[in-house]
């Protein structure tokens, strides 16, 4: 276990990104929406990921921050390129519409992260 530990600490905190809207896609009902998919999925990977660094973010579709990446990804869903709620990690599109906590799990050990 004292490996495990201290690779953990030694981890680069990951950049998760969940795009959606308030507005729910028309293939989406019945299914949770954007902001819901991002607090289930944040509260998973806290509890299969306790105490390693990652930043989980929210990004509204009709509001995207000032960043050329995160613009570029909100243009693509607006466009019908993905269907949202699309999880995103480090630039790697994980999954859309509605993303299986498998894949997203697979990923996030592609960067180090080990589950407890």
Excluded at 7 to 14: D, F, R
Excluded at 25 to 36: D, F, G, I, Q, R
Excluded at 63 to 83: T, W
């Amino acid at each position: 276990m004292e490996k495990k530990n201290s690779e953990v600490s030694k981890l680069k905190p990951v950049e998760i990104c969940v795009y959606g809207a308030e507005v729910l896609c028309a293939s989406c009902v019945n299914m949770p929406s954007a902001k819901e998919t991002y607090e289930w999925l944040d509260a998973a990977l806290k509890r299969k990921y306790q105490d390693q660094p990652f930043e989980i973010t929210y990004i509204d579709i009709n509001e995207p921050p000032n960043e050329r990446e995160k613009q570029k990804m909100a243009e693509k869903i607006m466009n019908d390129e993905y269907f949202y709620p699309l999880v995103v990690i480090e630039g790697t599109v994980v999954g859309e519409g509605n993303p299986r906590l498998k894949r997203v799990y697979e990923e996030m050990e592609q960067h180090g992260y080990v589950s407890v």
